[in-house]
Nanobody
């Protein structure tokens, strides 16, 4: 049974930071891509960042230089470090995983319940 559980969301002022965590069980890092997407009601979903099993990362342009995705294999946890947060980063953030990396993050097979990030 695959389970992804996010934590770390909250409310911060612009310029602040948060670190999202995603505890993953039921799958290993090898052979899987993991990532984050975000969604604001009434707006399109947006892939934020992804990391594949060889450690390669990619980011949407709006977060490059501010966000960093990483994996702690020993803890089976995916992270998203978010610095210099902006009001436009406000969204529900979802942790995702899939064995097929060639698709948008919001189409990944496995998804957590989401964690809200609010920047004012």
């Amino acid at each position: 049974h695959v389970q992804l559980v996010e934590s770390g969301g909250g409310s911060v002022q612009a310029g602040g930071f948060l670190r999202l965590s995603c505890a993953i069980s039921g799958i290993g890092y090898d052979g899987y891509c993991m990532g984050w997407f975000r969604q604001v009601p009434g707006k399109e979903r947006e892939g934020v960042a992804a990391i594949d099993s060889d450690g390669s990362t990619n980011y949407t342009d709006s977060v490059k230089g501010r966000f960093s995705i990483s994996v702690d294999n020993a803890k089976n946890t995916l992270y998203l470090q978010m610095n210099n947060l902006k009001p436009e980063d406000t969204a529900m953030y979802y942790c995702v995983a899939d064995s097929n990396c060639d698709k948008p993050e919001w189409e990944y097979d496995y998804r957590g319940q989401g964690t809200q990030v609010t920047v004012s």
